[in-house]
């Protein structure tokens, strides 16, 4: 049971922890690479120490085959123009072309104690065979993409401490033809390995098919015991509100486990014990020899326990401790926090409720970080703080992809991200629908993969590795169609139950347990431009797991990988005439979606750098209204959207709040705008203010102000009130409609809504540019000049202030695009994380944004301010 321990047993605890983290290393630089067909030893030769391996390349671990050759420059950068046509692929080539063997020499000295030495592989794709100092490592040959492989190395470690580790690594079995098709012919999904390798209408094929050591290699140190898959609960009773000090918390209860594997021949008694604000919690085992077996601990209380949110309902707090037996220790990190889906009979869909309190889902979705799986924490790190930026509160990751990794699920859980993981399974591949593109009938392709044993214990093994995270809220089946019947019944009814069981399992990724869908078609979409009042006025499914728009980046993010001579704006030939908008092979290539006529209400489009920029202002427009318009029925139409889709693992020309380079674009922060907490907003449809609180209190003692203006600047009408507003709740306000037709009809007007505390600090700031009765935005097209002037100083390192002052009887200063710039290549800095973007300043007002970036060595930055009415220019920072 729990007891205080004296201060010498807490210390030793720390101090074990600490030897984990200095024990254990990955083996992530060194590694050498050949293809099958060049070397003639098996790897009992190879991986012996002495084994030439002069000449071979240096290899990317983790990494691909491909990336590996094109760091060696024997391929080029795929996500440049054309440059992935020219790479083989292994449909064409066979699958020998990929097939490699890896070889990474370690020092490790061989053990004189019962200390045992463990070779941990986190994802290898496809199969492999591995060879330690002339033996081979695994008795029969490792299958599946997601199945972590451990091995006691112990025994075939050298005396000298030189070791060789040799790993073949064979591609997927069958490759698949990338014909064009949703996942090429579908044979891809055959194995237990992502589908979007052989293509989509997202990407092209990735011609080695991500073939690879992918994921971590490490070496583990334990005792004659070590300890696996730890498992953490957190319950938290009641209802409990994020602005309560945890003094004034109720407790909450963790429940820890883990299993036990006693690799020696003796029978061994211990304890397994971790400590958590100076208490520590202990059993006492016995484990036979040889057997491995799950211990759980007694629960333990927090009695004042500081709860991990959802962004934008509260803070995330997490803790940190470790799991100590003997030697071997293991840290454990969560967040204290307790999860439960409901019903809603309203809107005839789940609903989430996170400590008691219901979240209303504002998501998006997530393919991979990268498409050649080129993953590290720090990109994790800055996409998952877009998705915070972005005001989301939830990650779907695709079905079609991964199940991603731990460091994806840490970035979620620092920023507050909740996650819905999808399992290997997609409608397109495994047989939904009847496909002329696809080798098999749907009735086979329902049947896939052919390894279904293989399927399950990836899938169990996926979740021991996932849900220790405070972030992880939903599991689901697949995108779009459950798996094959077996291994549905075994995700459903023993796997996420019996290793998880806190979280709600969804059948498929739109099905009826998820959302009702009684509006015909599949559940998802639609996708592309729509309508601005359609956000508003359509109501489609109750909790939408695919809805979307555009996503096209400025011209400097175009430079980045479309060749100067195909840099040409896309032309709309009218509807039904030219879907694409487009016939530029590169532009068709890299999978644009067409804006249709949205950027020509904006006036005629001169080059495609005036493209770029119109098309900014419909991408503000878009995502502002699609989170706008679901908020506005919040609890009546619905319980969440989630976008389809916020980024994209290579240079595609659609869906994505920032590009590949992580330069956001004007999606980003229209849905910054649209989907913060509390919001004003104004309804097309309707002609009515709204305000969108979703937060857990009641808000009073707020001013709403309402303001018209016209293209000059010229305030044509103005009116304020003070309100209230409940909890979790959307809710009309005042009609603007008519006044707003009548106003706008000539030339369009600026509406500015805005919400002020009783300290007369704006909580909520939002602009609106409404066209003329025609639709146009005539008025724009002969605003006057900016007059705002613009000043940058470094308030820290790495933080910059740039702030935007209007003068008084000036236009407004629309639209303004702040970036930090590498003032000797004129480059803009990446990634930069901005408070806001895309900017405007009222006459008489100004407006500050602070940059967050991290400096780099000899760059002095320079900040870049251009706007609809203001030309580009650089300004120092102070």
């Known amino acids: 049971m729990m007891r205080k321990y004296p201060f010498l047993t807490i210390l030793l605890l720390a101090v074990s922890g600490l030897l984990y983290a200095q024990n254990d290393y990955e083996l992530n630089t060194g590694w050498k690479c050949q293809p099958i067909g060049k070397v003639k030893a098996g790897g009992d030769k190879i991986s012996q120490p002495g084994y030439s391996i002069t000449g071979w390349l240096d290899a990317t671990v983790p990494g691909t085959v491909l990336t590996t050759l094109i760091n060696n420059k024997l391929e080029p950068d795929p996500f440049i123009g054309l440059n992935n046509q020219k790479i083989p692929d292994i449909y064409t080539v066979g699958r020998d072309h990929y097939t490699y063997w890896f070889v990474k020499n370690f020092t490790e000295a061989a053990s004189k104690s019962q200390d045992q030495v463990w070779l941990d592989l986190r994802g290898v794709n496809y199969s492999c065979e591995i060879f330690l100092n002339g033996r081979k490592v695994n008795e029969r040959t490792h299958y599946g993409m997601y199945l972590r492989q451990s091995y006691n190395i112990t025994k075939y470690l050298a005396a000298n401490g030189e070791n060789r580790l040799a ?64 498992h953490i609960i957190t ?11 945890a003094a004034q918390q109720a407790p909450a209860v963790l429940r820890v486990s883990a299993e036990l594997e006693n690799t020696s021949t003796d029978t061994i008694k211990g304890s397994l014990t971790y400590v958590l604000d100076g208490d520590t919690t202990t059993a006492t085992v016995k484990l036979a020899p040889g057997v491995t077996r799950e211990i759980r601990l007694p629960f333990h209380i927090i009695l004042h326990p500081r709860l991990w949110w959802p962004n934008g309902y509260g803070t995330q707090e997490l803790y940190h401790t470790t799991l100590v037996f003997g030697p071997d220790a293991v840290p454990l990190d969560f967040g204290v926090r307790e999860l439960a889906t409901g019903w809603n ?69 620092k920023y507050g991200l909740l996650v819905f993981q999808d399992f290997w399974n997609s409608g397109d591949c495994n047989g939904r629908w009847e496909d002329p593109m696809k080798k098999e009938d749907q009735w086979t392709r329902k049947k896939y993969p052919d390894d279904h044993p293989l399927f399950i214990r ?76 359609t956000f508003w006025g359509h109501r489609t499914y109750p909790f939408n797991s695919e809805i979307g728009s555009v996503g096209t980046g400025d011209y400097e993010s175009l430079q980045r990988f479309i060749p100067a001579d195909h840099l040409v704006a896309p032309v709309y030939r009218g509807k039904g005439k030219d879907g694409e908008g487009t016939a530029d092979e590169i532009w068709s290539y890299h999978k644009y979606i067409g804006y249709d006529s949205s950027v020509y209400a904006y006036g005629p489009i001169k080059d495609l750098r005036d493209f770029a920029e119109k098309a900014q202002l419909v991408n503000y427009d878009q995502y502002r209204a699609l989170m706008e318009g679901f908020s506005a029925h919040m609890w009546d139409w619905y319980t969440g959207t989630i976008i389809w889709k916020t980024q994209n693992p290579w240079t595609a020309l659609r869906g994505q709040m920032y590009d590949y380079y992580l330069d956001p674009n004007a999606c980003l922060y229209g849905l910054h705008n649209g989907s913060e907490p509390l919001h004003i907003m104004y309804d097309p449809v309707t002609g009515m203010t709204m305000i969108a609180n979703n937060t857990f209190r009641t808000v009073r003692d707020l001013m709403m102000q ?67 009765s025609n639709g146009v935005f005539s008025g724009l097209q002969h605003m ?95």
């Open 784 to 878: 006057p000049a900016s007059a705002a002037d613009v000043t940058a100083a470094q308030s820290e390192k790495g933080k910059i202030t740039v702030t935007l002052k209007n003068p008084a009887g000036s236009a407004v200063a629309f639209f303004n695009r702040v970036s930090l710039v590498d003032p000797k290549t004129k480059e803009r800095l990446l990634p930069v994380f901005y408070s806001d973007n895309y900017i405007s300043v009222l006459p008489g007002e100004s407006k500050t944004v602070t940059l967050d970036y991290t400096p780099k060595t000899g760059v002095t930055p320079v900040v870049s301010v251009r706007g609809w009415n203001l030309q580009e220019k650089l300004y120092p920072v102070k």
């Open 458 to 533: 990836s899938a169990a093994d996926q979740v021991k590795l996932l849900r220790n995270h405070p972030s992880l809220a939903f599991w689901c089946g697949g995108n779009e169609i459950t798996p094959p019947g077996d291994i549905f019944a075994a995700l459903k009814d023993s796997i996420i139950p019996d290793l998880d069981g806190t979280r709600t399992f969804f059948d498929y990724s739109n099905s009826d347990s998820m959302s009702y869908n009684n509006l015909g078609g599949n559940g998802d979409g639609p996708y592309g431009i729509q309508d601005i009042k």
């Open 706 to 772: 309402v303001r018209v203006l016209d293209v000059n600047g010229k305030t044509l009408s103005q009116s304020q009130q003070f309100f209230e507003v409940g909890p979790t709740v959307a809710k009309n306000y005042l009609p603007l409609g008519r006044s707003l037709d009548r106003l706008r009809a000539k030339e369009g007007i600026f509406l500015s809504l805005r919400l002020l505390d009783i300290n007369k600090k704006v909580v909520s700031d939002n602009l609106y540019w409404l066209p003329d």
């Open 345 to 413: 009979a309203t809107t005839h869909s789940a609903q989430l409720t996170v400590n008691g309190q219901k979240i209303f889902i504002k998501g998006g979705n997530y393919i991979v970080s990268d498409e050649l799986l080129r993953l590290s924490p720090e990109r994790y790190d800055a996409e998952v703080r877009f998705h915070r930026d972005m005001n989301l509160n939830l990650i779907r990751v695709w079905g079609g992809a991964l199940t991603e990794r731990p460091e994806f699920y840490t970035a979620c859980d």
């Open 235 to 245: 319950e938290v009773s009641g209802t409990r509100f994020p602005d309560v000090p």
């Open 167 to 230: 790993i073949l690594v064979y591609p997927p079995d069958p490759v698949g033809n990338p014909n064009g098709g949703q996942g090429g012919d579908g044979e891809i999904a055959r194995n237990v390995t992502h589908q979007y390798v052989a293509g989509w209408d997202w990407i092209q094929p990735i011609r080695d098919r991500n073939t690879g050591i992918w994921d971590k290699v490490t070496i583990h140190h334990s005792g004659a015991v070590r300890i696996r898959n730890p």
